[in-house]
């Protein structure tokens, strides 16, 4: 899958190596009912005797053409695309990558194209999935030699996967299939199996998150399948079903497109990420996160969206008090994504029970933001106390050098990152030794 | 067509030459989408000037059979990811192509650039349809072509490399595509 010498690679070398002095991140407290925005670097106050300079006009369109955009403002507001091959280990983004004080990371496998979202199978393998492309992973720990094995190959946006007794379950883009006793035939793997296939086809969010709830079923992302827009009765939620595929249930609504959930180890409860409508405008609405406290709930969209405001085309008529409101708000367009409780004991006890979240990054955003790992911590309710950056620098000069996708803890306490952008899953662990030996 | 062998010859000199090489290849490819970078093959699009990672990630679609176009998966079959690149940078450097040479309606005209201004077509494909990176050129593309690739994401039976198209035309009509296309493959 790895080629080194191209055009292309050597581009993203040269985001990958642009200088890191320049953004060290700054680790900035945030509360959650403030709003969350990218910790920026102070900046000094203006001296009193110098007069303050007038604001300079930068139009968003071409003068007399509202119909032709900036193309500075447009071309900040792209899509970004990362290449379809994973980057080799020596050119991973490692050394541009800050954590808190005695956390460490290291890359754990590399050349995984498009890896996406993480699960832990019994016997320690870490599976890892695909969006853009079209495999599921096996990354096999042997002593600290690991070695990656293609498992299943040929599937449609298989991003979901969920583990149990055994079992893989792969979520695809209209189908939900499984591999059963997996990790005793990594070598020879069976075809996946087909389970449930009740989704409607449809690209635009069309790719699903899966996770296994504390009552042993699959809960499973139906996304919306647009940007804004009424989605049909069966889409825009969270829904379960038993393992043999049967008893489907709609477990949250109002959901315009959640890739992350976990329950809370204590409480049991659903907790989700979603992520908000684009082309609003650069600051609003901010991704969620969720609590589901009773099945069915409604989170609002698209009638309301952060909790705090309508629509401006289908929020007429509606009001956010209908609507169960966020936890927490993570940042616009910041595409808040997978996440876990932390329920290792490597890491120190305020981490224990706080939940990690990928944010992948903005693209709807001429200042980029997002592109790190961040904690939140909850109140003894469950409600949200606060969240801050942990694991920072992805984003470089308003450039990704690599994104991440999910998280998982290890049964050491360690915790894996995926990242989509350069094709890797990362290790980030605690401990005074392993630093005392760098 | 000589003229353009010899200049792939001439950027991609470590490849091993055979049947299946790099240059018959891209022979076959310019014999469907046309060698100086217009194609003259309905529903065959023109790949001049396209941008090289744009045509990297399609030619990697292909062969990965992610997008299933018997000809283009048959052309990219066993191709590495370098040769894959290469192909696209050779084919980037095509000229663009010629717009239509009827005079446009302007009713036409007007009620896609209204489309465009409510669907920011032009903030991703640049303001001059010229595309960059990872999103194509659109200026002087076939017209039939861009009916059927709009259609294909209307459809959700064309998978994109991402799902950016399809969220677009969620909210966007046959008789807008129609209008689209033709605006796209007259503009000047």
Redesign the interface.
């Known amino acids: 899958?790895?080629?080194r010498?191209?055009?292309?690679q050597s581009l993203l070398l040269a985001e990958i190596f642009v200088a890191v002095a320049l953004a060290p991140p700054v680790l900035a407290q945030q509360t959650a009912d403030q709003p969350a925005a990218q910790p920026a670097t102070p900046t000094a106050a203006p001296e009193a005797s110098k007069p303050i300079p007038p604001i300079q006009p930068q139009p968003s369109t071409?003068p007399g053409r509202?119909?032709?955009?900036n193309?500075e403002v447009?071309?900040e507001?792209?899509?970004v695309?990362p290449l379809?091959?994973g980057a080799p280990e020596d050119k991973l983004p490692i050394p541009q990558l800050k954590l808190p004080k005695d956390f460490k990371i290291e890359v754990y496998a590399s050349g995984i194209a498009n890896a996406r979202s993480l699960r832990l199978g019994d016997k320690g393998t870490v599976f890892v999935s695909n969006r853009?492309?079209?495999k599921v992973y096996a990354i096999v720990d042997r002593g600290g030699r690991r070695e990656t094995k293609v498992i299943a190959s040929?599937l449609d946006?298989p991003n979901g996967l969920a583990f149990h007794q055994g079992t893989l379950y792969i979520a695809e883009g209209t189908k939900i299939s499984k591999l059963e006793r997996i990790e005793d035939q990594l070598d020879n793997p069976p075809k996946p199996d087909v389970i449930y296939s009740d989704f409607l086809?449809?690209?635009?969010?069309?790719w699903k998150f899966m996770g296994l709830g504390p009552d042993n079923k699959l809960y499973v992302n139906v996304g919306s399948?647009?940007?804004i827009?009424e989605p049909p009765a069966t889409n825009g939620q969270i829904r379960r079903i038993a393992l043999d595929g049967s008893g489907a249930e709609v477990v949250a609504r109002g959901v315009r497109n959640s890739v992350g959930f976990d329950w809370h180890p204590v409480t049991k409860e659903l907790y989700f990420t979603d992520n908000g409508r684009?082309?609003l405008s650069e600051d609003l609405p901010e991704d969620e996160l969720n609590r589901v406290r009773k099945t069915g709930q409604h989170f609002g969209f698209p009638y309301c969206h952060q909790g705090n405001f309508t629509d401006r085309e289908l929020g007429w008529g509606r009001s956010c008090e209908e609507f169960e409101k966020p936890v927490a708000l993570l940042g616009p367009h910041s595409a808040a994504l997978g996440m876990r409780f932390y329920t290792g004991r490597m890491f120190p006890a305020k981490y224990r029970n706080s939940i990690f979240i990928a944010r992948h990054g903005s693209w709807n955003r001429t200042k980029k933001i997002g592109g790190d790992v961040i904690v939140a911590t909850l109140n003894k309710d469950g409600s949200v106390k606060s969240w801050e950056p942990f694991l920072t620098g992805f984003l470089q000069n308003n450039q990704y050098i690599g994104r991440p996708v999910d998280v998982q803890v290890m049964k050491d306490g360690s915790l894996l990152v995926s990242d989509d952008h350069a094709g890797a899953v990362y290790r980030v662990t605690y401990g005074g030794d392993k630093v005392a030996k760098r | 067509m000589r003229r353009f062998l010899a200049a792939a010859f001439v950027l991609l000199p470590a490849l091993p030459a055979g049947a299946d090489s790099l240059e018959a290849r891209l022979a076959a490819c310019l014999a469907c989408h046309g060698e100086k970078g217009q194609s003259a093959v309905p529903e065959v699009p023109s790949l001049g000037a396209q941008p090289a990672f744009y045509l990297t990630i399609q030619l990697f679609l292909f062969r990965e059979r992610l997008r299933v176009v018997e000809a283009m998966n048959k052309v990219t079959q066993g191709l590495s990811n370098a040769e894959l690149r290469d192909m696209a940078d050779f084919i980037a450097k095509l000229p663009p192509p010629r717009p239509a040479g009827d005079s446009p309606d302007p009713a036409r005209m007007e009620r896609a650039r209204a489309l465009i201004a409510q669907h920011r077509c032009n903030f991703c494909h640049n303001r001059d349809y010229s595309g960059e990176q990872n999103v194509p050129r659109l200026a002087g593309q076939r017209e039939d072509y861009l009916v059927r690739a709009l259609r294909e994401y209307k459809s959700n039976t064309r998978r994109g490399y991402d799902a950016s198209m399809a969220d677009v035309l969620y909210a966007i009509g046959d008789e807008q595509i129609l209008d689209l296309a033709y605006f796209l493959a007259r503009l000047r």
């Open positions: 899958m790895i080629a010498s191209s055009s292309l071409v509202p119909d032709i955009p193309a447009a071309r507001l792209r899509n695309a379809p091959f853009l492309l079209d040929g946006r086809n449809h690209q635009s969010h069309g399948p647009c940007n827009c684009d082309w």
